[in-house]
């Protein structure tokens, strides 16, 4: 990964340190490094009829967005949010005024998730949402694995990843009986290929994917800031947890450190490793004051980003990590049932396996 998915602004993508942490954020799998998803509740109004056997809900919009494609810190999480094709516009755009997140202020992202996940509210009634926090360990191995894609060969490239956690995520949308009718997605590459698959896995549905499809469709944008808060309430889940408490050589810093880290996250108004962003010097300051020599980072790092690698693979004396050998097995897994067998004219006492419960049986005993 050459580092080069950038933010428009840095200080827009920085978490604050007040944001509103929403339900979709699993702190024990954040902190064991686990990929994970979460479905809200489906609101009653867009199951289909009880009493009316076979017939479906009433048709619905989703949108798909992520967020956090770019940064060497935390998870890249995507998200899809459905309501009401008639709803749309006049419940998202004109009263609750969604848009990309990116031209939102975190304060406004936070309050408009708050009211999604009140009972009380309309967009509570009448929305549905859900997140796949895809872990930047579990990014970094498919990256670096070869053969780590589902259809095997090459390694398990980003594109295809967060194609694959949409694919899942709209599929358990329609597991949870959502009629879905149209499908907006902001696209991770050229448009028309992206579309063309999405088709043939949703052939019931009217799909399109557009560049900037979080500023041109509310449900897309509603899609965006369920994918951007949850982003940075996991940043802020895994600075609490671990990127506050050590040190370089894994372990705590005791008062002193732990004080000026404090002052330092303080006079950022966030977190001391900022956004996560290769392009924000605050993220790789805290990455090079924090290496371990071996094992480097915690599961809040993406290994496959150029920004890690090369830190890791930097000469000692310039404080790179350790270099480490691991032996190689020639021999492969070459062995034969009938390896395990000893032959009528082998030597049977020098074959101490063979002898150690009794008499070794010859091939003619088979």
Not at 206 to 228: F, H, M, Q
Not at 307 to 336: F, I, N, Q, S, Y
Request: aromatic share 8%.
């Amino acid at each position: 990964m050459d580092d080069s998915q950038q933010p428009e602004d840095v200080e827009l993508e920085t978490p604050p340190s007040d944001v509103f942490i929403p339900p979709s954020i699993n702190a024990a799998a954040l902190l064991a490094g686990d990929t994970y998803s979460y479905f809200s509740p489906v609101p009653p109004a867009l199951l289909p009829p009880q009493d009316s056997p076979g017939t479906a809900g009433p048709p619905c919009a989703l949108g798909v967005d992520e967020a956090g494609r770019g940064p060497v810190l935390g998870p890249m999480v995507y998200g899809v949010f459905y309501l009401p094709l008639p709803l749309s516009d006049p419940l998202l755009r004109a009263a609750h005024h969604f848009d990309d997140s990116k031209v939102l202020t975190p304060a406004v992202r936070s309050a408009l998730m708050r009211t999604l996940c009140t009972p009380s509210s309309d967009l509570h009634a009448s929305c549905g949402w859900a997140v796949t926090a895809l872990s930047a360990r579990d990014i970094g191995a498919g990256m670096l694995r070869p053969g780590g894609g589902a259809a095997g060969g090459a390694a398990y490239n980003l594109n295809a990843q967060a194609m694959d956690a949409t694919v899942a995520l709209v599929r358990a949308v329609y597991a949870r009986g959502v009629n879905v009718r149209e499908i907006y997605v902001d696209t991770i590459g050229p448009p028309a290929a992206y579309q063309a698959r999405l088709e043939r896995v949703f052939p019931t549905a009217k799909i399109t994917v557009a560049k900037k499809a979080d500023s041109l469709y509310p449900c897309v944008s509603a899609a965006s800031v369920c994918a951007k808060v949850t982003r940075d309430a996991a940043l802020e889940t895994l600075w609490k947890a671990r990127g506050r408490a050590v040190n370089g050589a894994g372990v705590d810093v005791g008062a002193e450190g732990q004080e000026q880290e404090d002052k330092e996250a303080d006079d950022d108004k966030g977190m001391a490793w900022g956004s996560g962003y290769p392009s924000d010097g605050r993220c790789v300051s805290w990455l090079k004051g924090h290496m371990h020599p071996v094992f480097g980072w915690g599961p809040e790092c993406r290994f496959s980003w150029g920004t890690a690698k090369d830190m890791l693979e930097a000469a000692p004396a310039k404080g790179g990590g350790v270099k480490v050998e691991w032996p190689v097995d020639e021999g492969g897994d070459t062995h034969r049932l009938t390896d395990f067998f000893v032959g009528k004219d082998q030597d049977r006492d020098a074959d101490e396996l063979g002898t150690w419960f009794g008499t070794p049986a010859g091939l003619e005993a088979f």
